[in-house]
């Protein structure tokens, strides 16, 4: 039995390869303001998270209004879980916009 070579296993991965290498490039190029772009984007994804979270959550309760208790808790603890990684995220971001501007200031 003839064995393939591991070379085939990543012809599949090469344009997931491509179309991140430019964006990382991008940031190489940029450099704190690259990270500072990263950090607003990173921050706006967690607000939309979390719109998107309570959106739901408050369709949730309109169309099908206040059912069990078991339903109520469980789609609070979705709304919860949700808004913390909308937390993380944007605290996340902040750091980066921080790490830059501190970046720039000394190194810059």
Do not use: K, N, W
């Not at 430019?22 to 990270?35: K, V, Y």
């Not at 959550?57 to 206040?66: A, K, M």
């Not at 603890?77 to 501007?101: K, P």
């Amino acid at each position: 039995m003839r064995r393939q070579s591991e070379t085939f296993l990543f012809v599949p991965l090469l344009p997931i390869f491509f179309v991140g290498m430019f964006p990382i490039l991008l940031f190489g190029l940029l450099g704190f303001f690259g990270l500072s772009i990263f950090g607003v984007l990173l921050v706006s994804v967690g607000l939309t998270s979390a719109l998107e979270a309570h959106g739901q959550f408050t369709e949730d309760i309109i169309t099908h209004g206040y059912g069990r208790s078991a339903e109520r808790a469980a789609h609070a603890t979705d709304l919860q879980t949700a808004t913390r990684f909308a937390a993380l995220l944007d605290m996340a971001g902040i750091v980066l916009i921080v790490a830059s501007a501190v970046g720039f200031v000394y190194f810059g």
